[in-house]
């Protein structure tokens, strides 16, 4: 891959894109004559990962190394330019480094290649006109050679639509594989969206991957045609100003950084407008063929299949973390059984636009908007068609905040207010089962999800929510009573929460 770069302001822009590719265990190998841009790349990219412009970024030229600590990623800026041995660099601990970061190399010609085999190799020279570079981007392996092919893509459309030469910040994400950053330029804004098609999964027994069996978007048509149906029946989700379909890109209008939480607590008038705005969505008659750039997306049934599979995870996952030991295949026929139990009745309810993941997070606060307005939707790509207690279920145990009891009952109540003036017939004493059957079908797929993401993913922050899960799957017990599959669950029910390790 080839980038000409017109000025010093363009090779800063440059690694602020290379910058949002890398994830830990990366070596960029960077080489060049003197005055070619090797130190404007690399404080540029330090930077950005900083998120912080003015950062302090010193020559290593006489350390050796420096090491920067930073949020996303930890990262060691290597100067080999005065190593006289190649043996060197294993007093410079790189292997150390690559276990929690990534190395950024200067001079890597004067080190041993072999120690960084799979890394991207960056040759700076200087253009043909004053002031440009030109810069080549060698992959060294399968996963580099995709995530250029990401690059190429990624600045081929913010050329196309004027944004190549924004400024970029990082925006962070969630447990998915779509990721995102805030472009900003002349008093604008606009949200970058990368959202790559799905790679291959393990099979389950069934010979169908997770992803399929529990509808998950395929590629970045469903997020289209659900966005789309949104907008046409009145809610408010990003404005689309430019996109690439076929790789997954695009370009949307910019809803900030407001949700319906504060300081890390649910506000009570942001949470009634969504509860309003979930009770308006299932009032709404829709179509199950969407459409998006000619294609079509079909929206799935949430039904047993999907549920169990989901709940699974709680089998999979959780169980094992937390009592020691894998679950047997008698646990597993009981868990299957006391689940078909639960949710036979709830799988007879009419089916509505079931978004699947209504919470904090995805709702976003539009202060300067009015009424239902003021709410912001920006996460409905593996929506399907199921019960509507699954989105209430969603908002009012909210995994990412602690939701007081009283506004729960508070929020559940003004639901089923709304829908008796929708619907002829409304049984709200069935509602109120049902969501209690999700909320805890829900929260057990979460609690197997979180430990799945610490223990095979290397993302630890979401062990800090169990805490929250966990005192959820106790209310819904609460509220459910006796039922076959609470056994399955003593592991938490029996368990002071000071005694739940979640190291």
Known sequence: MKVLLDNQRATELFAADLAELLKEGDVLALSGDLGTGKSTLSRALLRHLAADPHLEVPSPTFTLVQTYDLPRMSVAHLDLYRIEEPEELEELGLDEYLETGVALIEWPEMGDPSYWLDALDLKLTEGTEPDTREIILTANSESWQNRLDRLAARRALLKKSGWIDAEREHVQGDASMRTYFRLHKN????????????????????????????????????????????????????????????????????????????????????????????????????????????????????????????ADLYLQWYLPYASGAPATEQQGRDYVEAWQELLEPVLQSEPTLLLRDYHSPNIMWLPEASGLNKLGLIDYQDAMVGPAAYDVASLVYDARVDMPADLQEHLLQRYCDLARKHKPIFDEMAFRNAVAVLALQRNAKILGAFVRLDKQLGKPKYMEMLPRIRNYVRQCFAQLGEVKLKPMFTVILSSNETSQSDD
């Not at 399929?212 to 100003?241: I, Q, S, Y």
């Not at 407008?273 to 998006?292: G, V, Y």
């Open 187 to 310: 008093g604008e804004t606009v949200v970058f969206m990368d959202s790559p098609p799905t790679g291959p999964e393990p099979l389950l027994p069934t010979g169908k991957t997770y992803g399929e069996t529990v509808h998950r978007a395929k590629d970045v048509t469903a997020f289209f045609a659900v966005g789309n149906a949104l907008a046409e029946h009145g809610f408010r989700v990003p404005k689309r100003l430019a996109a690439d379909p076929e790789n997954g890109l695009a370009l949307l209008e910019d809803f900030g950084d407001q949700i319906i939480t504060e300081n890390g607590e649910a506000v009570k008038e942001r949470y009634e407008l969504a509860i309003d705005d979930i009770a308006r969505l299932h009032s709404c008659n829709w179509q199950t063929e969407l459409q998006a750039d000619g294609k079509s997306h079909q929206l799935k049934p949430c039904d047993f299949e999907v549920l169990i599979t989901e």
